[in-house]
């Protein structure tokens, strides 16, 4: 319990630095922001799984988003989605998670490929299947079903004039003082987007 209370504060401290980024760009005088900036929408679909004594009990299941992106300058990007995935468990049944995340994405500017790094924050909802929940019972090994997560993500994104495609990989810390079962997740993804 105290080490996913610790977890859950170093989770707090990662969040805080997107925060603080977005709390500067908000106080920037007008005549320096960005005129060019761009909106994007896009799908994710990739696969997730869990780490630690979650992923001992559970194997390899699709996920999926919606995300919607603001690029204020060449160099960085807002982030907020819609994220959800389905994780097998080697007991019966599944694990699906729904939830939301924000988060900032940094990458060199340039042309046309474009490699980043990010980070945020989020919570999801846990939810067992029927199967799932009676093979977890006696164990109670999710404990909580809304945990908080700091998305650690690095990628490449590709464009081709409006159109964006790529590829990411991220891995979440999860925290929540119930989450007896511990660990946290990964997750793959491929990208597709367009820009208005």
Do not use: C
Request: avoid cysteine; hydrophobic fraction near 45%; charge should be negative.
């Amino acid at each position: 319990m105290a080490k996913f209370r610790r977890l859950g504060w170093l989770a707090g401290l990662l969040a805080l630095a997107p925060v603080a980024a977005m709390a500067q760009a908000i106080g920037e005088p007008e005549e320096d922001v960005d005129e060019t900036a761009e909106a994007e929408v896009g799908l994710r679909a990739g696969v997730a799984t869990f780490t630690g004594g979650l992923g001992a009990v559970t194997g390899v299941g699709p996920s999926w988003a919606v995300q919607a992106d603001i690029t204020r300058n060449e160099m960085v990007d807002w982030e907020l989605a819609y994220v959800g995935s389905r994780v097998p468990t080697t007991l019966g049944g599944a694990i699906w998670s729904n939830g939301v995340q924000g988060a900032v994405r940094v990458s060199p500017a340039g042309e046309g490929i474009d490699p980043y790094v990010g980070a945020g924050f989020g919570a999801s909802l846990l939810n067992p299947n029927n199967a799932a929940e009676a093979a977890f019972a006696p164990d109670d090994i999710l404990g909580s079903d809304l945990i908080g997560e700091v998305p650690l993500m690095a990628g490449v994104q590709f464009d081709a004039g409006p159109v964006t495609a790529g590829v990411r990989g991220t891995y979440h810390l999860l925290f929540g003082d119930e989450l007896s079962g511990g660990g946290n997740a990964f997750s793959a993804a491929a990208t597709v987007g367009g820009v208005f």
